[in-house]
C-alpha cells in the first residue's frame, strides 16, 4: 500500500482542506499504517482499527492541541499519532521504535498525558477544565473513552464530578461492544439499550448522571461524526457523545476475532515452550473439578493471564470476569474467602497496584484467604506505564500479607495447592517469567518464612529471591573460578518474612551477604534483610532495580544497568571482599 | 435515661416479639444508648442517629448471622451493635472499649469484615453471595450503604459486578442527602429526583445499571421500613432499596449541624493550642490570594483537614470537593497541575492510599506538579481500619515523587511555598501532628536530597525523619548524660531520596547510625539507610513501627513498644556499641 496522503500530513490542520472522499481514502491508509506496525512490533490492533474515523473527525473539527484531545488508558491512541506528525512511526520500518503504543508528552504536542491504566481520561479531563477555567482559557477538553475502559470506578468518579461543570467538557464514548474479552458488567447492557433505541431508551445511565447526552450510530462514518463533533464543539456545558463503532474494522480477521486481536503480540519466530500460564491453567482445571468451591476470578485480561475461551467454557460459573476494576475485583475475592468459597485472583503486577487499599483492608486486615496469582512481574522490556516491578513493595510490606516468589514449577505448583487449600490467610504468588524445573517438594505454612541453603560456603553468602536463584548460582560458580571464592547459595521463596535465623546463623563464617530481586530495591526484599542484618558485623550489599521508570528498555539491558549479570555481579562482590 | 428494653436484648431474635410501640421505645433507647458513648468516646453521631430505625427493621425482617448484613464503612453500625448482644459497649461505663466503632467478626458472628474505607459493600455483598451460591447455600445478602459512600468509584464497580448476578443480593441505599460534609457529585442529584418523584423519576441510576429498585420515603419509619424489607427478603435477584432518612435525627443539635456532628472527638477537656490545619489554612488562604491558579483539592473529608465551612467560602470555585473518591482526586490534581494550575490535595494518610496506582501513572510517571499534603500520618491510637503509618512506604519509593517530612512549623511552609509555586514535579508533604517551631529557613530544589547535621558527635549518628528529631535530640542527650556518648545528631526532612554523601561522610569517626521515623519500618525509611550503608563497615539499627496491624493502642504503648523512648532507645544504642 502506499501512504500517499500520510505522507504529506505533518499535523492535523492538513485534515482542513481533504475532502470527505479523501478522508476516507487517508482511513484507509491509516488501516494500513497500523497493520502494518502491528505485524512489525505488535501491539493494540482492533482497538485501533475501529477508531479510524473517530479520530480523523475528532482531529478535523478540533484544533490539537489548543484543544485538549485526551485518549484513556491510550491504547487506541495510533490514528492519533499517525495525524499528528507521527506516522513514521508506523510506516518507516527503520523508525518505528521512535514512536511508543501510548500518548507521551515527550513525544508530541498533542499528547497530554501518559496512560496505560484504564478509567483515568474523565479525571483527567476534569482537571484540565479547571484548569482552563481558573486559568481564564477557552477551548475544548475532549476525553476519549472506551474498549472496555468504563467498567473501572474512577471513570464514575470522573463523571460523578464532570457533571457538576458548568463549562466546556466533551465525553466521547467509543462503544465498540466490547471490553479487551467480552464486555462484562451490566454498564454495557444500557449501552446496548441505548444503540437499540438510538439513544431514546429510558433509563439512560449518563442522564442519570445529570450528564446531557448525544447518539451517533454509525461510528464509522467520517461525515456523520464530523457533524456531531461539529454540534458540541464549544459547548458551554458536559456532554457525553456516544459513538457506536466496529471493533477490528476494516480487517477480516480482526473483526472475526476481536479478543485475540485486542493486543497483538510481536512475532518472535521461536516457539516459547511451556509457560507458567499453561501449568497454570492445567493445574486450575484439576483442582476445579474436584473441589466445587474454587472461584476463579479475573479483572478483565484473561489473554495475559492464559485464561483462554476453552477454560472459561470449562470453568463456567465458577470464572468470574469483573471486568476493568481490580478494586472490586479483590474486594469480591476477599469476601468469597471469607464465605468459604476458595477464589484465585489472576492479575498482572503493573494491575493489582491499582487495588492496594483493598490488599491492605480487605485481603490483609481481614486475614481472608484468598490467593491471589501475580503474572508479568519483573523485569521486561515494556512501556513504562504497565511495568511489573513495584509489587515487591506494595505487597511485600503489607503486615499480615504471606508474599511468595517460587523459583520453580514444582515450588510454584505446591504454593498454590497449599494456598488454595488452606483458609488461615490471604497469600500472594509472584509467578515468574520463564518455567524452570526443580526437584518435586511440598509446602506448609511452616515455609513462609523459611529460606533454603543450597550449597555451603563461606565468607559471602547469596540470598536470592525467586527466579534470580538461577543467576545466583551461576554468579557462585563464577566466584569460585575466578576469584576462588565458594559461596554459600540460598533460595528465598518469601518476601513477606526473613528467614531470621538462618540469616544470624551466617555471622562469624561470612562478612558479606548479597541480596538479589527482580523487582526495584526500594521497599523490595534486600533492604529488609540489610534492616535485619544492620546492627551486626556482616556486610549487605543488595542487587535489584533502582527507583526509576524505564520505557521500552530490553531486559539485557536492564541486567547490564543493575549489574544482575554473572560477570559484573561477581566482580563487584569480589571487590567488596 | 432507663435502657429496659436494650437491656434485654441478647440478639436480634429478642426483637421479634416487640410490638412496634416497643420497637419505637427500643429505637429511643438506641439514640440515647449511642449519645451517651459519643459524649464518653467520641464517633459517628449524626450517621448512627439517622439508621436507628433502618437497623432494627433491618434485623427484625432479616435473620443474621445466617442472613449476612454488611455494613459500608461501618461506621453507621453502633444500632447493629446494640441489638446483637454489644449494648454494654454503649450504656456500661466501664466496658465500652470493648467494643470499636467499626464492624469486626473477632467482636461478633454478626459482623462480617472488619471496614472503616468507604465504597466497599457492594462487592463484598457480590463477594459473599458468590460464595453463598457456589456453596449451595440459600440465604439473604444485604449491602447497608450510604451517607456519602456512594462517590467512591468501587460502589460502581460492584453495583456493575452485582446487576449480573442471577440470585439473591438485597442492596439498601441509606440517603440522607449528605456526605460527611455536603453531598458531592451529581449522583446524589438524580438521588434528589427520585426523592422527590417518590423513586418514580426517568433516569433512574439503578435501573440504569439493570438492577430492581423501590423506594421508601420514610426510612426513619419502622413499620414502613419492616414491610419494604419483608417484601425483599429471599428475593430472587438484585435489588435496590432506597430509603430516605434524616442524618442526625433525634437529637436537635446533630439535626441542625450535620456536618459537625458527622463524627465527634472525644471531648478532653484541655485546648489543643495551635494546630497544622490552622497554620496551613492560614498560609493557604494568604496565597490563594495572591494567586488565582492555586486550587485546593478534598475528597469529602474537609473537618480532618481543617478546611472549615469559612475556609470554602473563602476559597469559593478554586475549593473542589470531589465526594469520596481519592483515585479521581490524584489524578483531577495531576492534570489541573498539567494544565498550568496549581492543586494541593488535603488528604488522610490512611486514604491516600487508596489512590496508590494514581500516584504511580498520574502524579509521578507524568511528574505532575502538583501538591500533595498528608495529615494524620504517624503513630497514633486510631482504629485499625484508619492507620496513617503505611505511607511512608507507599509514596517514599515511587520513582519521581518527592516526599518531604518537614520537622517544624517553618520547615512546613517553607516546603508548602516551594512546591506549589514551582512546576517540575509532585511533591508529598507528610503533615506532622503536633506543632514545633524553629528558626525560620527556605527550602528549594536542592534540598530535596540534604539532611541537615544539628550536632557533632562520634561514634554514633542519629538520623531522624521530620518530627521525631524531637526525639532525637532527647536520646542524644541521655546518651550524653547516662552513657557518656555525644552523638552526631542529623535531620532528615526528606524520605524519596538519602543524602549520600552526608552518610557516606560518617565513616571513619562512626560505628553506628541509627534512624528514627513515625511509621512502619517495612518499606520505609531507616530499611534505605541500611541498605545504602550495607556494603559499609557502619553498623546501621532502625527504629519505628515494625509490620503489623494496631487497633486503638495509645501512643505511649506503641512508643513504649517500639522502643522509641529516650530512655529505652538510648539503653538500644549503648548496648550495640
Not at 522490556?381 to 513495584?390: C, P
Not at 525467586?466 to 548460582?473: S, V
Request: hydrophobic share 40%; aromatic share 8%; net charge negative.
Amino acid at each position: 500500500m502506499e501512504f500517499a496522503l500520510l505522507e504529506k500530513i505533518t499535523g492535523p490542520r492538513d485534515l482542513d482542506d481533504l475532502s470527505y472522499a479523501q478522508l476516507d481514502e487517508l482511513a484507509a491508509e491509516c488501516r494500513a499504517a497500523i497493520l502494518k506496525r502491528v505485524d512489525a512490533l505488535g501491539g493494540h490492533l482492533a482497538s485501533n482499527l475501529g477508531v479510524v474515523e473517530a479520530t480523523i473527525a475528532l482531529h478535523r473539527v478540533f484544533d490539537s492541541p489548543r484543544d485538549h484531545i485526551i485518549f484513556d488508558t491510550s491504547h487506541q491512541c495510533y490514528t492519533h499519532k499517525l495525524v499528528t506528525g507521527r506516522a513514521y512511526g508506523f510506516i518507516d520500518d527503520g523508525r518505528m521504535n521512535e514512536v511508543s503504543g501510548f500518548t507521551n508528552p515527550e513525544e508530541s504536542e498533542h499528547d497530554w498525558f501518559r496512560c496505560g491504566h484504564t478509567s483515568t481520561s474523565i479525571s483527567l479531563a476534569c482537571g484540565f477544565a479547571k484548569a482552563r477555567d481558573v486559568l481564564g482559557q477557552h477551548h475544548n477538553v475532549v476525553a476519549f473513552i472506551g474498549d472496555g475502559c468504563f467498567s473501572g470506578g474512577e471513570a464514575f468518579e470522573g463523571l460523578d464530578n464532570a457533571a457538576t461543570f458548568d463549562s466546556n467538557l466533551i465525553i466521547v464514548l467509543n462503544d465498540n461492544e466490547m471490553s479487551i474479552a467480552e464486555d462484562q458488567g451490566s454498564i454495557y447492557e444500557n449501552f446496548a439499550e441505548l444503540r437499540a433505541t438510538g439513544g431514546a431508551s429510558q433509563d439512560n445511565y449518563f442522564k442519570s448522571m445529570g450528564l446531557d447526552y448525544r447518539y451517533v450510530e454509525n461510528g464509522n462514518s467520517i461525515p456523520d461524526l464530523i457533524e456531531a463533533f461539529e454540534q458540541v464543539k464549544d459547548i458551554d456545558h458536559p456532554i457525553v457523545v456516544h459513538i457506536h463503532t466496529l471493533k477490528g474494522k476494516g480487517d477480516p480477521w480482526a473483526e472475526a476475532n476481536k479478543e485475540a486481536a485486542h493486543s497483538v503480540k510481536r512475532k518472535t519466530g521461536s516457539s516459547e515452550g511451556e509457560t507458567y500460564t499453561e501449568i497454570t491453567r492445567r493445574r486450575m482445571l484439576e483442582k476445579m473439578a474436584d473441589d466445587p468451591s474454587i472461584v476463579v476470578v479475573n479483572a478483565a485480561t484473561p489473554g495475559g493471564a492464559g485464561l483462554t475461551p476453552e477454560f472459561r467454557a470449562a470453568a463456567g460459573d465458577r470464572y468470574v470476569d469483573v471486568g476493568i476494576c481490580e478494586q472490586h475485583a479483590v474486594t469480591f475475592s476477599a469476601a468469597l474467602a471469607r464465605g468459604g468459597a476458595k477464589p484465585v485472583f489472576f492479575v498482572a503486577s503493573t494491575f493489582l497496584q491499582r487495588a492496594y487499599d483493598q490488599i491492605v483492608q480487605d485481603l490483609a486486615l481481614n486475614q481472608s484467604p484468598a490467593t491471589v496469582l501475580v503474572f508479568q512481574a519483573g523485569f521486561s522490556s515494556i512501556d513504562a506505564t504497565h511495568l511489573g516491578v513495584f509489587d515487591l513493595a506494595y505487597t511485600g510490606n503489607v503486615p499480615g500479607l504471606t508474599c511468595l516468589a517460587p523459583s520453580t514449577a514444582e515450588e510454584y505448583l505446591a504454593m498454590l495447592d497449599w494456598s488454595i487449600n488452606q483458609a488461615e490467610r490471604p497469600v500472594v504468588i509472584r509467578v515468574p517469567d520463564k518455567v524452570a524445573h526443580g526437584p518435586e517438594v511440598t509446602f506448609s505454612a511452616s515455609d513462609i518464612a523459611r529460606f533454603e541453603t543450597r550449597r555451603i560456603g563461606s565468607k559471602v553468602a547469596l540470598v536470592a529471591l525467586g527466579p534470580t536463584i538461577e543467576l545466583a548460582e551461576t554468579v557462585a560458580d563464577e566466584l569460585a573460578g575466578e576469584y576462588g571464592i565458594v559461596p554459600t547459595l540460598i533460595s528465598a521463596t518469601t518476601f513477606s518474612a526473613l528467614d531470621r535465623k538462618l540469616l544470624f546463623a551466617l555471622e562469624g563464617s561470612h562478612d558479606l551477604v548479597v541480596s538479589l530481586e527482580n523487582g526495584v530495591l526500594y521497599g523490595g526484599f534486600g533492604e529488609k534483610i540489610a534492616r535485619v542484618l544492620g546492627p551486626s558485623p556482616l556486610r549487605v550489599l543488595c542487587f535489584g532495580g533502582t527507583k526509576e521508570f524505564v520505557d521500552r528498555v530490553s531486559t539485557e539491558e536492564l541486567h547490564q544497568r543493575y549489574h544482575l549479570e554473572p560477570s559484573s555481579l561477581a566482580a563487584d562482590i569480589a571487590r567488596i571482599l
